[in-house]
């Protein structure tokens, strides 16, 4: 029995203890799984935490890796070693470690080129081209240099050019200076041969016009003796006027007759050929009779119903071209010809004198008095510069213009030329006077073509 009691109470004691230990296991269970639980949330939050900085799936990149072995060997954390790289970053790129990427990426929208390209290849692009400006800076200097060098040396020679000239300047100032005394000395001699001449030519004025006077004086009575000479002439002319040979009158200057006349044909025969001297180019006017000639109230003589041209010369007679007709006024056979320079049967002499206008450009000029004289001699007529008893004709121009007379400064060659004219003015009307007085014929030059022919102007 008592055996019984004693193993009964140390199973008691035994489930007792096993219910204590039960107890106290279940106790500590309890404990264990609240920190167990307190544990997994703070677990569960650090994970949380741990994934704003660095999530599973980037742990095993290559990048976090490199990251976390270079934030072990310098005794970091990935983050304070991710903070220290880019506050040294930071502090390179922009000088502020404070600042953050946004600033970063605002202090880079403002660097050109940094918006297509990365900051680098800004940095490179800027270093290539500061390498190269730095360069073309070494060549300019060097070229400065160079030029500076050529620019002394240039500078120098213009130095010696200028000293040279300077030196060259004083030699010519100075021939300059004796020239200046030398040309007062040549001016000073001038001014007194100047006055000396001045005397001289006074003089001689003077001297003229006490000789032009006497000779004016002198021509009066020359005139008057002249007049008294002429009167005589005309008065023995008259008596002998059949032991002289005189010039007929205009109005009877025919020199032939129109033979021949074919209309439509511009050609006529006339009874004039070699034997009478006829000239091939030789012209005539044609009337239709002598009394045709007879000039108007005003002295005028009528133009010819028509002018002729010799082109051709035969024995007794020749052919010639008509030159100018009078329409609804033909030329007819019997109709005559005539030419104040040309006579079949005498050769006239005449005297040209005065200015004419050959040419028709309506300028009288002496020198067209050339070409009358030359006309009249290939006419075989005869050209003489003497009004004698010889002259059949005397064929007038215009007179010569005398311009007023010169001052008592005017130059020599001024006073020489007025002479000339004065002297030629004189002469025209000493020739007009002697011809009216000895009754020789006066040709104008409008009268002088209108007898043979022709036109000024026309060859």
């Not at 004039?272 to 009779?289: P, S």
């Amino acid at each position: 029995m008592a055996a019984r009691s004693s193993a009964g109470v140390g199973v008691g004691i035994t489930i007792t203890l096993l219910g204590l230990a039960c107890l106290a296991l279940f106790i500590t269970t309890i404990v264990f799984y609240s920190k167990f639980q307190r544990s997994d949330r703070e677990l569960t939050t650090t994970r949380m935490e741990w994934d704003n900085w660095v999530r599973r799936d980037e742990q095993n990149a290559d990048t976090i890796g490199r990251l976390r072995d270079l934030a072990r060997k310098e005794n970091k954390s990935v983050v304070g070693y991710l903070n220290d790289s880019l506050r040294g970053t930071m502090q390179k790129v922009s000088g502020k470690p404070g600042d953050g990427p946004e600033q970063l990426a605002a202090d880079l929208a403002r660097v050109e080129g940094a918006g297509s390209s990365t900051l680098l290849g800004v940095i490179r692009a800027r270093d290539a081209s500061i390498a190269d400006l730095t360069s073309k800076l070494q060549e300019a200097e060097k070229n400065f240099q160079t030029a500076n060098t050529n620019l002394q040396n240039e500078a120098a020679r213009v130095q010696a050019k200028i000293a040279s000239y300077d030196k060259t300047i004083q030699t010519l100032t100075g021939d300059v200076d004796r020239y200046k005394n030398e040309v007062e000395q040549y001016r000073q001699q001038i001014n007194a041969f100047k006055l000396s001449l001045d005397e001289l030519m006074e003089k001689a004025r003077n001297q003229f016009a006490s000789q032009e006077a006497a000779l004016k004086e002198q021509i009066r009575g020359l005139e008057t003796v002249n007049l008294q000479i002429n009167e005589q002439l005309a008065a023995l002319r008259r008596d002998k006027s059949k032991d002289f040979l005189q010039p007929r009158a205009e109005a009877t200057l025919v020199d032939g007759s129109v033979i021949g006349a074919t209309p439509g044909t511009n050609e006529v025969s006339i009874n004039l050929g070699r034997k009478d001297r006829v000239m091939l180019g030789m012209t005539f006017a044609i009337y239709a009779n002598s009394s045709s000639i007879t000039p108007n109230a005003e002295g005028v003589y009528p133009a010819g119903k028509a002018t002729i041209e010799v082109i051709n010369i035969g024995e007794a007679t020749s052919t010639a071209r008509i030159t100018r007709e009078n329409k609804g006024n033909p030329i007819v056979r019997g109709d005559v010809i005539a030419n104040a320079i040309y006579d079949p049967k005498k050769v006239y002499t005449f005297l040209v004198y005065g200015n004419f206008d050959t040419n028709g450009d309506g300028a009288a000029t002496p020198m067209e008095t050339a070409d009358i004289k030359a006309m009249i001699e290939a006419w075989s007529g005869k050209v003489t510069d003497e009004l004698t008893g010889a002259v059949d004709y005397l064929v007038l121009g215009q007179r010569p213009v005398v311009p007023p007379p010169p001052n008592a400064g005017d130059p020599y060659a001024l006073v020489q030329e007025y002479l000339r004219l004065d002297r030629m003015a004189v002469r025209y009307d000493e020739l007009t006077r002697q011809a009216a007085a000895t009754s020789i014929p006066i040709l104008n030059e409008n009268r002088l073509y209108t007898l043979i022919g022709r036109r000024p102007g026309l060859r």
